[in-house]
């Protein structure tokens, strides 16, 4: 943290750089980045105690502005934050060492794109729903909706190795990038080769994804685009038990087919999530599927063998409608009335496993996340499968407590214990810890365990690339 004198140094330093206009002096730039949309964050900005305290907030327009601001930090030693949408939910964009929050929201432009090779490339601030409204008015996507698509923005999606809930036939957010441009921790602007896959030596574009803003400054990326599709086709089946749920979703992304959307909701998730959500009485385990593609046959063919499979594994096969219903509503369940808010305590442990250990990891991690909260506490637990892969699924465990203690340490001390309660039987049970919100504060603590001998390359790296220790310091352990 810099000294209020040296606060004002820096933010004309900045000024100089990015026209004053784009700086935030300390008291309005804490108001404006108090906290992204982790629990413990939000909770500690409402108690007045903000773990984010950023010195100053600017605001580049140009990639050349943000490697002249990572020069001056490395100048001045001061710890420089980056903050895309702010919508991250372990805690990553908090300024806790305070210094610089580097706002990249202006480098927002869409620069090209490759109607032929359907590639983009897009700045690292715009927002993921903005981005995609301009591209559909094309018969274009970019087929990243994160429920979160209002506030994400691409860089921000990179940097947390985000997913959505097309994933399952288009990819994880890193399977969307082909480059990237950055700016390294000491400044210097680099683009990375322009196709991802070759063979001339490591992937330096996959160094970056992830990286959480430790490694480099996102500012731009090449990203694959896709035709909007002509056809759109549901499936929504209910399985007698979980068991036959998992074993149809793994038949079925094992078999070749591709659905779009695939999403397993355990009977309490189906019960009282997804039932409220579309209007209807369910209380089994449900998959929800969406098939979709420019050829009707074909998505209506992969359609009706999904049915079948899920018909061998003793599904009662509901009505299409539901489906459609929930793909309209599909981002309504992380929004008020849906989603909780204060005094409640929430999250969500979502990890990721291969199918021989996905049903231990559901059964260990709900498990533990019951046991961590005493009764009286009446801890609500919605868990569902929404990112399937050919070898695997994530887990999505979305536990709520209606209302925590009033003491804020104690109700900290309350999310930390299911936390870590959940997270450690899921990786004792074979998952890795999280699947595609990032680590954060939230789980840094675990870094060391999910990366063993590993962490110490790691370190090497960022030691390496950031020797003045000026990007997020400290966190994913690094
Ligand atoms: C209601 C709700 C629903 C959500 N649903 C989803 C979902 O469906 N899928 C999903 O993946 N996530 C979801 N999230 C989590 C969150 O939206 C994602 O993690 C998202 O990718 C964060 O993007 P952001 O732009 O808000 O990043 P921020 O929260 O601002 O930042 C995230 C991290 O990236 C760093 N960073 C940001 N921009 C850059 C950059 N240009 N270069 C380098 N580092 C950078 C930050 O320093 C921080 O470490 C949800 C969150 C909420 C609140």
Known sequence: MVTKDANSTLAESLGKIVGSENVLLTSEARTQYASDQWWYAIAAAAAGEAISKPDVAVSPTTPEQVAQIIKLANNLHVPVTPWGGGSGVQ??????????????????????????????????????KEFEAELNADGLSFTHYPASTEWATIGGSISARGSGVLSTKYGKIEDHILSLEFVTPTGELVTTPSVPRHAAGPELTQLLVGAEGTLGIVTAATVKLHNLPNQRTFVVAAFPTLKDGVEAGRIIMTSGLKPAVMRLYDAEAAAHSLARAVGSDLQLTTLVMMFDGEYSELVNHEAKIATEICQDYHASILSEDIGAVWWDKRYVFYYPPYAPELPSIWGTVDVVADFEHIEAVYEETTKAIRAACPAEFNLSLNTHFSHWYEWGSMIYARMKVPTGPADLTEAKELHDAIFRAGVEAAMKAGAVMNDHHGVGIRLAPFMPAQYGAGMDSLKRIKQALDPNNILCPGKLSL
């Open 91 to 128: 805690g990553a964009a908090n300024a806790d060492k305070g210094g610089i929050i580097l706002d990249l929201k202006k480098l927002n432009r869409v620069r090209a794109i490759d109607k032929r090779s359907l590639t983009c490339v897009v700045e690292a601030g715009k927002i993921c």
